[in-house]
């Protein structure tokens, strides 16, 4: 597997891994199964009435890629209101880490419904409440 | 610090090895089937070479056919027998290499009929149920000596004599096992057999086929007869020396043993949730430890030993083109999710104590790592 510099740095050291205490919302997907599976936590903040995501942490099983795309993933969209992380797609992603292997594209469309699951569970929670 | 575990994929050419062939590959460069002095040496020295070789393996040098390495010979045994025979029946286990299964799956296209025979937990074949699947028109059952993936030394003797009862042709593929085991065909009782020269510290680009006297089998390449019309094309000189070679080294295998069993007490101690692939004891390559760690995956493993340094080798399916697990995991049984953990680490003569504290050191770091990053932890299967 021919991975870019990049990719192996997010690999080596990624970025914003682990758990956030008390999350607004938790996205999971992939499946162990086929070899990744993607949780992704994030803390929202309303800033002069937009909702912005103040915070991101990953956790992720699977290969070099999968831990690749969650780590800038989470360089892509922190800080971003939720308009703009929501226009975050996978080839941003894959763009973002200069390229990934054809093979290995579907970790970043995985690294891109983790975000917009994580979304979902935080509205599906502020409906609740 | 550079540590070498992935003796199973290639070793480095010995220099003793390379020593013997570089003449062929300079000023004797002849072409072993001319007629001059150039090439009758040429000639000369492959035939020391067959004969080396032969005897290695308790054969005659005239049952040794020269090919080009270990996915050759498999195609060339078992094409070879089937296009003999024509039409019938053969047997082949789940978890030979993909260049057995492909012939086979091959072969069933040219309409062959194929039995894929499932092994137990530990990888082993078992001799009674081969003697279920022989039928009336079978005619070749090729079962690998020893498994590249899981070191999994399989009983052929018990397999050879079902075999002989039926009158059935035994094939094995010893590529894996040649120098760590005895692989007398005799003892095995093996009617062909694969060897080949780059998991020896040979080159790359050579290995053999060992044809039985009397077997019958059409050649696979077709040409100006060479190998006695087995097999042509004008013969890799440098490469069949330096394979010849490479059987007469030392192989150091009780060294490789006893560092390979450091290693694995070293894994069980140090390192919690992981799982043996393959069996203990003497029924497994001395040189073959297969790990799978659990809750973390086996190509980000790699990768992490490998910016240490560190040469292994794995069968998760995120390694692979296919994104498709390992066969020979998933036909032990291994849920998915295991197998996808799984490392291979294959242990060579020249491999020091120092590295394999070193790898030691490092495997119990990065797993620590990858599992802190993993969403799993104990509790999950």
Known sequence: MNYGKKVLEHFTKPHNMGELKNPDGVGKVGNPRCGDEMWIYIKITKKRGEEVIKDIKFKTFGCVSAIATSSVLTDLVKGKTMEQALLVDNKDVAKALGGLPPIKMHCSVLAEEGLKAAIKDYKKRLKKV | ?381
């Open chain 2, 1 to 381: 610090m550079k540590a070498y575990f992935d003796h199973g994929a290639t070793t480095p050419i010995d220099p003793e090895v390379l020593k013997a062939m570089t003449p062929f590959l300079k000023q004797r460069f002849g072409n072993a089937a001319s007629l001059h002095k150039l090439g009758r040496e040429a000639s000369e020295a492959v035939e020391n070479s067959r004969e080396a070789i032969a005897k290695f393996i308790g054969a005659k040098p005239e049952e040794i056919v020269f090919t080009s390495g270990g996915t050759e010979s498999n195609n060339f045994a078992i094409k070879g027998i089937a296009f003999a025979k024509k039409k019938g029946h053969l047997i082949v286990s789940k978890i030979e290499h993909d260049c057995v299964l492909n012939s086979a799956r091959w072969l069933e296209k040219q309409g062959f009929e194929v039995t894929y025979l499932s092994v137990d937990d530990e990888g082993f074949v078992s001799p009674e149920e081969l003697r279920k699947a022989i039928q009336d028109d079978t005619f070749l059952v090729s079962v690998m000596h020893a498994n590249n993936e899981i070191g999994t030394i399989q009983p052929l003797k018990e397999i050879s004599k079902v075999c002989r009862e039926k009158g059935v042709l035994l094939h094995s593929d010893a590529c894996q096992s040649l120098t760590k085991v005895s692989v007398n065909i005799d003892d095995l009782g093996v009617d062909l057999m694969t060897i080949n020269s780059h998991k020896i510290y040979g080159p790359k680009g050579v290995g053999a086929l060992y044809i039985r006297k009397g077997v019958k089998i059409d050649p696979y390449f077709s040409g100006g007869g060479h190998e006695n019309g087995k097999r042509s094309g004008t013969l890799n000189v440098p490469g069949i020396i330096g394979f010849g070679k490479s059987v007469q080294i030392n192989h150091k295998v009780g060294h490789v043993k006893k560092l390979r069993n450091i290693f694995m007490k070293g894994v069980e101690k140090r390192i919690s949730d992981v799982k043996l692939n393959g069996p203990r004891g003497d029924k497994r390559l001395a040189n073959n430890a297969n790990y799978s760690f659990k809750y973390i995956e086996g190509e980000g493993l790699l990768f992490r030993l490998d910016s240490h340094g560190i040469a292994v080798s794995t069968a998760s399916a995120c390694a692979s083109n296919t994104l498709e697990p390992s066969h020979v995991l998933t036909s032990i049984g291994l849920p998915h999710e295991i197998a996808h953990g799984a490392i291979r680490f294959t242990f060579g003569k020249d491999n020091t104590l120092q590295e394999v504290e070193y790898v030691l050191d490092k495997l119990e770091k990065e797993v620590k790592e990858l599992r802190k990053m993993s969403p799993y932890k104990r509790g999950w299967k």
